[in-house]
């Protein structure tokens, strides 16, 4: 298996991302708009791949380091008018904060246990936003969180209003290449590998003297940090936060994302979230019950394609193959 | 404030909406529980059996019974019974199929149900809140030593003890109950013994999904019925679940109580963060003992 195929040296963060940083000039400002949400979407459900298919772990509270994220990241550049790029980190750096603190308790548990109280630390987190009208505006959130300036952008040739959204995006798509990338990285070093080790058997992970539950924190931390990011960038481009971007739903929202592109590729949470919100823009055009329609996709993948969009593309790419070479 | 706990019946007060909160959830969660306990599923679809348990009662009393006390227990009977087939349908045609993949799925698809659910009550009763009178009869309330029990109320606490008395009985002296009992443990073993066990999760299922329709039903009179409260009870029910001890009967009776008090006395202390207080015990009791209070680990 050490033998690479040819697809393993193509350089996708770069080509996709290349290919992403088009979106602005060729097509209208709507699919700028999704796109951008696909750039903060895709850091949010590979953090939490992290976790889901790298580790083996199943979080439901996954929007709490996200949320936390956005209100760090908002609320420094909003009140103390930090700069974007500090802010930017120091969400993330809160996400990791948070998840260390309630990782510690959560990696002691394993299976259902472990799903509910990583749950019940979103809600904490939840209800702390809900609350404390002091600091994060409470129920109506804090909508006065300012776009970064980005002048060093002003020469793209995008007319009029379309131009502050275009600049936004090229600057979310490269910190969300940059964010991907970092992840590649974490997750084909031995950390990584380590990481798989503890999924596929965590009983011998710990035989062969990995200290397991340090790892499953490690990577607890790490998956907040990126989830903290992600939020930071979804905050500015709202122009506000919110309570809800804690919400334990909005972290099912991710589960979705990751399970329809597949856990088991590194790409299939950022596959999952450029296809849901796609079709997501496609049927809301249509019909408001675009939970229904979700719920009836996640229905279909389970029974048909539990492997998500990558999982029964490769599985076909196989068979193929399998079928060429007889 | 502190002066406000010498007052005996303020704290009364405290302890009958406490009460009356806690046998509520009891009524809820007790389905959540037995689903867990036996089939090994955390059902996140209880809130969404809840919530068409409310709708459809709703619907009989407002355009066919009217509310009187007869034409309201008639519909919370009916619609409980009309849960409890969904219940039997979901599980005959999709759950039975989830019971061998990983829990991260079943999650999910219990998950999916409460998109589709929430889309379909949305679909059929529209995003307006609708509530449902008191039948005449239980309108009224009496008084001891100045607090106020309506008989609503009374009649709550009293189904959820009956209840809790009820699922004893079945567990612990009915030929059923014992193999229910048996199923908790092992499943392959029973099978192996001849009992059929699809059959008996089944039933399980819809008897659990009953519930869920009759604490709906019942809720009607007392909350108004709005999308969302699905999402909003199904955390509830958790806290009481897993405070008590998923799979355990006493424990949920154990935790919906504890619940029930915290937050109406917590109400009194910390006005503004009686919210965290329900999600902190969730999590303490994860810490020290993820099993609950009274329930057993499970290997």
Redesign the interface.
């Known amino acids: 298996m050490n033998q690479q195929s040819w697809t393993d040296r193509i350089p996708w963060t770069l080509v996709i991302t290349l290919a992403a940083a088009m979106v602005p000039f060729v097509t209208s400002r709507y699919y700028v708009d999704l796109a951008t949400y696909i750039a903060i979407f895709a850091i949010f459900a590979t953090s939490l791949n992290l976790l889901l298919g790298t580790t083996g772990l199943v979080p439901f509270g996954h929007a709490a380091y996200f949320g936390i994220g956005s209100y760090v990241c908002g609320l420094l550049m909003g009140e103390l008018k930090v700069p974007f790029l500090l802010a930017f980190v120091l969400g993330g750096v809160g996400g990791a904060i948070f998840a260390a603190l309630f990782g510690f308790f959560c990696v002691r548990l394993t299976r259902v246990y472990f799903s509910m109280l990583t749950l019940a630390c979103a809600q904490i987190v939840w209800a702390i936003c809900f609350k404390w009208n002091e600091v994060t505006g409470g129920e109506q959130g804090y909508p006065r969180v300012p776009m970064p300036d980005m002048a060093f952008l002003d020469w793209l040739p995008v007319s009029g209003r379309g131009l502050i959204t275009a600049k936004f995006y090229l600057v979310a798509l490269v910190l969300a290449a940059v964010c991907i990338a970092a992840m590649r990285r974490i997750t084909k070093s031995p950390f990584g590998r380590i990481l798989n080790t503890i999924r596929d058997n965590a009983e011998r992970a710990q035989f062969i003297g990995i200290d397991v539950r340090r790892y499953q924190l490690f990577a607890f931390i790490i998956a907040g940090g990126f989830a903290g990011l992600a939020g930071g960038l979804f905050g500015i481009y709202k122009r506000g936060v919110f309570p809800d971007y804690a919400y334990w739903t909005k972290g099912a929202e991710v589960l979705i994302m990751s399970i329809l592109g597949g856990i088991n590729h590194f790409w299939g949470p950022t596959v999952g979230s450029a296809v849901l919100i796609l079709l997501n823009g496609v049927v809301v055009s249509y019909t408001e019950y675009w939970p229904f329609v979700l719920g009836s996709i996640l229905l279909f993948l389970l029974f048909a394609f539990p492997g998500g969009l990558l999982g029964g593309i490769e599985a076909l790419y196989r068979r193929l193959r399998g079928q060429a070479n007889a | 404030m502190l002066l406000a706990f010498l007052d005996p019946t303020l704290l009364l007060g405290q302890f009958r909406s406490g009460l009356t909160t806690a046998m509520f959830l009891f009524l809820i969660a007790s389905g959540l529980s037995l689903i867990f306990g036996v089939l090994k599923i955390?059902n996140f679809a209880h809130g969404s059996l809840y919530m068409l348990g409310a709708y459809i009662a709703w619907h009989i009393v407002h355009y066919l019974v009217g509310n009187s006390l007869l034409g309201f227990g008639a519909a919370v009977i009916v619609a409980a019974s009309a849960v409890g087939l969904i219940g039997l349908a979901i599980e005959r045609l999709?759950l039975r199929?989830?019971y061998k993949?990983e829990?991260?799925?079943q999650?999910?698809?219990t998950?999916?149900?409460?998109?589709?659910f929430?889309?379909?009550c949305?679909?059929i009763w529209g995003t307006q809140p609708v509530s449902v009178q008191r039948p005449t009869l239980l309108a009224g309330y009496f008084e001891v030593a100045g607090v106020r029990m309506p008989f609503y109320d009374l009649m709550i606490v009293v189904i959820g003890f009956g209840i809790a008395y009820g699922f004893w009985l079945m567990l612990n002296r009915t030929s059923w109950g014992r193999i229910i009992r048996a199923a908790a443990l092992d499943r392959e073993m029973l099978g192996a013994l001849g009992t059929n066990v699809s059959w008996l999760y089944t039933g399980m299922f819809t008897l659990a999904a009953f519930l869920a329709g009759l604490s709906g039903a019942l809720v009607t009179p007392i909350k108004g019925i709005v999308p969302g409260m699905d999402?909003e009870i199904i955390?509830d029910a958790?806290?009481v679940v897993?405070i008590g001890g998923?799979g355990s009967l006493w424990g949920t009776l154990l935790g919906s109580l504890i619940y029930g008090m915290v937050v109406s006395f917590g109400i009194l202390l910390f006005p503004?963060?009686s919210?965290?207080a329900a999600?902190?015990m969730?999590?303490a009791v994860?810490?020290v003992r993820?099993?609950g209070l009274l329930g057993r680990p499970v290997k």
Not at chain 2, 111 to 116: M, S
């Open positions: 955390i999709l199929h989830m993949v829990e991260l799925y999650l999910l698809f998950y999916a149900l409460v998109l589709i929430g889309d379909v949305k679909f999402i955390l958790f806290i897993v998923l503004r963060f919210i965290f999600f902190i969730m999590a994860l810490i993820p099993w």
